[in-house]
C-alpha cells in the first residue's frame, strides 16, 4: 500500500525557518517524481516545488524561490522541505504528493499545518 | 504561467442528478489535464487523468473530456459522497498549475 506522512509543521514567527518531512513507504521511491503542494485556509491548491527521481532536477514556484529548498533521501525513502524567511502568506497546509513520470499526482499524503503567525 | 479557469464556482445539485464541470486552460495543454476530488479536512485524490482516463479504483460515473484548452468533468448521477470540490490541473508546462475550485453541493 502506498502511504506518505507528512511532519514537521507548526507555529513559527515571520521570517523563521521550519523543515517539513514527508516519509513514504509502499513503493519505490527513487523511481519517483515528487512534489509539494500547499493549500492556505479556505483556499485552492498551489503547487509548491518538484523534484526528480535522482534530485537532480529541481523546480520552484516563483512565490518561493530563494527561500524554500526541496531534497529528497532516497535510501531513507523520505522528502523534504526546507522553509526560510516564512512570511504569515506561506500559511498552508501542505501536502506531498507523488508524480508518475511527467504527469499526475496520483498519491498525495494527509498533509501538515503550516502557521507564520506573531 | 498557464492559467485554468474553473466554472462555475459552485454547482447546486440533487442527489441522482448529473453534474457538468468546466475547465479551461489560457493556452493548449493537449491532454496532459488532471481532475481531483478533496473533501473537508481530506486531501485531494486523483479522479480523471490524460483529460479522460479514470484513475485506479475511481467509479464509473465520472468522466472526463476534452483536449487542448477545454476540458470537462461529468458526474452521470450524484451520489451523497461526491458533495466535494473538484480542481482542475494542468501538466503540460511548468509550474504545475491548478484551478480555483469548483464546489458541488446539495440543492
Known amino acids: 500500500e502506498v502511504q506518505l506522512v507528512e511532519s514537521g509543521g507548526g507555529l513559527v514567527q515571520p521570517g523563521g525557518s521550519l523543515r517539513l518531512s514527508c516519509a513514504v513507504s509502499?513503493?519505490?521511491?527513487?523511481?519517483?517524481?515528487m512534489n509539494w503542494v500547499r493549500q492556505a485556509p479556505g483556499k485552492g491548491l498551489e503547487w509548491v516545488s518538484y523534484?526528480?527521481?535522482?534530485?537532480?532536477?529541481?523546480y520552484y514556484a516563483d512565490s518561493v524561490k530563494g527561500r524554500f529548498t526541496i531534497s529528497r533521501d532516497n535510501a531513507g525513502n523520505s522528502l523534504y522541505l526546507e522553509m526560510n524567511s516564512l512570511k504569515p502568506d506561506d500559511t498552508a497546509v501542505y501536502y506531498c504528493?507523488?508524480?508518475?513520470?511527467?504527469?499526475?499526482?496520483?498519491?498525495w499524503g494527509q498533509g501538515t499545518l503550516v502557521t507564520v503567525s506573531s | 504561467e498557464i492559467v485554468m479557469t474553473q466554472s462555475p464556482a459552485t454547482l447546486s445539485v440533487s442527489p441522482g442528478e448529473r453534474a457538468t464541470l468546466s475547465c479551461r486552460a489560457s493556452?493548449?495543454?493537449?491532454?496532459?489535464l488532471a481532475w481531483y476530488q478533496q473533501k473537508p479536512g481530506q486531501a485531494p485524490r486523483l479522479l480523471i487523468y490524460?483529460?479522460?482516463t479514470r484513475a485506479t479504483d475511481i467509479s464509473a460515473r465520472f468522466s472526463g473530456s476534452g483536449s487542448g484548452t477545454e476540458f470537462t468533468l461529468t458526474i452521470s448521477s450524484l451520489q451523497s459522497e461526491d458533495f466535494a470540490v473538484y480542481y482542475c490541473?494542468?501538466?503540460?508546462?511548468?509550474?504545475?498549475?491548478f484551478g480555483q475550485g469548483t464546489e458541488v453541493e446539495i440543492k
Open positions: 504528493a507523488r508524480e508518475a513520470v511527467a504527469d499526475r499526482f496520483d498519491y
Open positions: 509502499g513503493f519505490t521511491f527513487s523511481n519517483y517524481e
Open positions: 523534484i526528480s527521481g535522482s534530485g537532480s532536477i529541481i
Open positions: 493556452q493548449s495543454v493537449s491532454n496532459n
Open positions: 490524460g483529460a479522460s
Open positions: 490541473q494542468q501538466y503540460n508546462n511548468w509550474p504545475r498549475t
